[in-house]
């Protein structure tokens, strides 16, 4: 499938699911995943980030929050529109209706860090994006996306039960083993590649007050850590 065919795929996935999943959320399942990706990726407030594939804001918004100055990219305007909807002008997040692989122009080099939330298991050519990714950060900047791990069997349950999710548009998910990544970021130009594994239960229990701390103690247990739900995967550009 050839680049154009594939965004305007991953389009109607998206706009026509309208999913649940996608709204911005102060869960501390959503919290949690922010906060991991900021500490692996060494992102601290006041620099500036763009938000790869940042759809309504679930992600974007908690990171601006945070006191980073973020910006967002995405394929689809209706999906931009609804993050304008969901910010109501709080915090100021440009954004840029655009492929990552033809950014506006203007950006190269531009960016602390570049960033995405389960977006990377949904982009056309790893290796490209990375490569046009890297351009985007500045020398000594880093790259840093958050996916699902394929060895979890949660996210097929996922796929089946959740409205919205199909095969076709989430069948990425299997590109998501470290070799694959890393292999894609190197041949993007990125250096010092590295992954960390968190998490363990599904929202609903990860959201109760005992969630967090019980996932934490679960995490350390060897036999689980491969299986673990999601994973970090960093790269560097050169400074």
């Given at each position: 499938?050839?680049?154009?065919?594939h965004?305007?795929?991953?389009?109607?996935?998206?706009?026509?699911?309208?999913?649940?999943?996608?709204?911005?959320?102060?869960?501390?399942?959503?919290?949690?995943?922010?906060?991991?990706?900021?500490?692996?990726?060494?992102?601290?407030?006041?620099?500036?980030?763009?938000?790869?594939?940042?759809?309504?804001?679930?992600?974007t918004?908690?990171?601006?929050?945070?006191?980073?100055?973020?910006?967002?990219?995405?394929?689809?305007?209706?999906?931009l529109?609804?993050?304008?909807?969901?910010?109501a002008?709080?915090?100021?997040?440009?954004?840029?209706c655009?492929?990552?692989?033809?950014?506006?122009?203007?950006?190269?080099?531009?960016?602390?860090?570049?960033?995405?939330?389960?977006?990377?298991?949904?982009?056309?050519?790893?290796?490209?994006?990375?490569r046009?990714m890297?351009?985007?950060?500045?020398?000594?900047?880093?790259v840093?996306?958050?996916?699902?791990?394929?060895?979890?069997?949660?996210?097929?349950?996922?796929?089946?039960?959740?409205?919205?999710?199909?095969?076709?548009?989430?069948?990425?998910?299997?590109?998501?083993?470290?070799?694959?990544?890393?292999?894609?970021?190197?041949?993007?130009?990125?250096?010092?590649?590295?992954?960390?594994?968190?998490?363990?239960?599904?929202?609903?229990?990860?959201?109760?007050?005992?969630?967090?701390?019980?996932?934490?103690?679960?995490?350390?247990?060897?036999?689980w850590?491969?299986?673990?739900?999601?994973?970090?995967?960093?790269?560097?550009?050169?400074?």
């Amino acid at each position: 499938m050839d680049v154009e065919r594939h965004n305007r795929a991953q389009i109607e996935y998206f706009e026509r699911a309208g999913k649940e999943a996608m709204k911005p959320s102060a869960s501390p399942y959503v919290h949690r995943q922010v906060d991991e990706l900021i500490r692996f990726g060494g992102i601290a407030a006041g620099e500036r980030v763009l938000d790869v594939g940042c759809g309504m804001g679930r992600y974007t918004i908690p990171l601006a929050e945070r006191g980073i100055r973020v910006e967002g990219i995405d394929l689809s305007r209706m999906l931009l529109d609804r993050l304008e909807e969901f910010n109501a002008g709080r915090h100021d997040i440009p954004l840029h209706c655009a492929d990552i692989l033809d950014p506006p122009a203007g950006l190269e080099e531009g960016f602390d860090a570049v960033v995405g939330f389960f977006t990377l298991h949904h982009l056309h050519d790893l290796a490209s994006s990375f490569r046009a990714m890297a351009r985007l950060a500045k020398p000594g900047g880093r790259v840093v996306f958050l996916e699902p791990n394929p060895l979890n069997v949660l996210y097929y349950v996922q796929l089946v039960v959740s409205p919205g999710m199909s095969w076709a548009g989430d069948r990425g998910i299997l590109r998501m083993r470290p070799r694959t990544v890393f292999r894609a970021m190197e041949a993007g130009a990125l250096t010092g590649c590295s992954l960390m594994r968190f998490g363990f239960f599904p929202p609903f229990l990860a959201n109760r007050r005992w969630g967090l701390p019980l996932e934490r103690l679960l995490e350390r247990l060897p036999l689980w850590r491969p299986f673990l739900p999601f994973q970090l995967f960093r790269g560097d550009r050169p400074g």
